[in-house]
């Protein structure tokens, strides 16, 4: 073996490691220590695109062009916002570059086959930290949880979202593994989840989940997703007719069922002041996360923001950077289907359409709350992502067509 090949080896090693520590420290809420690696791990990945080309950076032009002008438009709206502070800043670099930078910058790297084995497992690992918050906050909070939303060490819900991310990522495990072991492992995993879910008392995750397991069950054969339609209308028809017993259910039929019941909302009411205030900004908003320590105007709780991403982005970062995040997520998607139906590996497939379902729940997630707000949250979704993207063969990228 030459020198060369040595070093590139080492390189490799050094990524695959320095991401596997990444990820125990993301999977703990590791503060500074999971944001200082993956400053190192894009550091990294400079140094090999630098050793090994720029390939797929060029099969990803479009996605980087597109990512690079999202991203300079959100800077510049947290460069003109007066107050700024540590708490500001602090989202700032995961709604900006700990997310979709550390995405673009690992569209060139290449992960070899034999690691791709372990991308779930490695998954299913690091969602144990966040489930074992969830489990000692119901333990500690059992006596009153008839009015205590579980919150996991963090707010209420941030964690709904992690945990909606973790149902996902067991459904489609299930999908994949076929041992019996496996499978009744990943069940027990699942009812955990669901329980935990049920003690948030979450609307988003009843609401949203449903329509992304729908979508998982018809890419991969209309017929399943038929029946996951017919199971869920009839599920929804059972908790809708006894709302009392579910306190997630009966905080939905308390506020969307009717016309009368959505305007007594108060999310009703921030919407059409966020649409009504966006008007006033057709360029640049009035500066990222403004409403940070303050109160809307609009609401008389203590909310400081729109519970709407493209509300949010419209009044804060202008209606020119709406129109180019909406451009960036749905080209993101685009580009995530086409490399989903041109994959012929069966395991790398169910990767890449766990991060298609986690991008559509959390902007989904994002009707109802900023989830780009949610730091830890969304820098695993982009994590998520990034591994969807760095599983491709760089090699077979030029030719990638839609499936018929």
């Not at 935990?196 to 054969?221: A, E, H, K, W």
């Not at 289907?337 to 959390?362: C, G, H, N, Q, W």
Request: hydrophobic fraction near 50%; aromatic fraction near 16%; glycine fraction near 6%.
């Amino acid at each position: 073996m030459n020198i060369d090949n040595k070093k590139n080896n080492f390189l490799n090693g050094l990524i695959i490691l320095s991401m596997l520590v990444y990820l125990f420290f993301l999977s703990r809420r590791g503060g500074d220590t999971k944001d200082i690696l993956s400053i190192f791990i894009m550091f990294l990945i400079f140094i090999y695109s630098f050793k090994n080309g720029v390939k797929g950076y060029l099969m990803h032009k479009r996605d980087i062009i597109i990512g690079v002008l999202y991203l300079v438009l959100v800077t510049i709206s947290y460069v003109i916002v007066d107050e700024k502070g540590d708490d500001k800043f602090y989202t700032f670099l995961h709604t900006t570059i700990y997310s979709v930078g550390f995405m673009l910058v690992l569209l060139n790297y290449k992960l070899e086959d034999r690691y791709v084995k372990y991308i779930l497992p490695l998954m299913l690992f690091i969602s144990i930290a966040p489930i074992y918050k969830g489990i000692t906050d119901l333990y500690k909070n059992f006596d009153n949880i008839a009015s205590y939303r579980i919150a996991g060490d963090t707010y209420t819900t941030r964690y709904a979202a992690e945990l909606g991310i973790y149902l996902l990522l067991g459904v489609l495990s299930f999908l994949y593994y076929k041992k019996i072991y496996i499978r009744i492992l990943l069940i027990c995993y699942m009812v955990i989840i669901l329980a935990l879910i049920f003690f948030t008392q979450s609307r988003n995750d009843f609401l949203v989940l449903p329509i992304i397991l729908i979508f998982i069950f018809t890419i991969l054969d209309w017929k399943k997703g038929l029946i996951s339609i017919i199971i869920v209308l009839g599920l929804a028809f059972f908790l809708f007719k006894y709302p009392n017993k579910i306190r997630a259910v009966d905080r939905i039929e308390s506020t969307v069922i009717s016309k009368e019941k959505i305007k007594k909302d108060v999310r009703y009411t921030i919407f059409l002041d966020g649409i009504k205030e966006a008007k006033n900004y057709p360029i640049i908003g009035k500066g990222f996360f403004f409403y940070k320590g303050q109160k809307l105007h609009s609401a008389d709780e203590n909310i400081d923001h729109y519970h709407n991403n493209f509300i949010e982005t419209a009044v804060t970062q202008g209606l020119l950077t709406l129109g180019i995040y909406i451009v960036f997520l749905i080209n993101l998607l685009v580009s995530l289907l086409k490399s989903y139906f041109s994959e012929k590996d069966t395991l790398k497939k169910y990767i890449k359409l766990l991060a298609i379902s986690v991008l559509l729940f959390i902007n989904l997630y994002g009707f109802f709350e900023v989830s780009f707000y949610f730091e830890k949250i969304y820098q695993l979704v982009f994590t998520i992502i990034a591994t969807s993207f760095i599983i491709d063969n760089k090699n077979d990228l030029k030719n990638i067509k839609w499936d018929k």
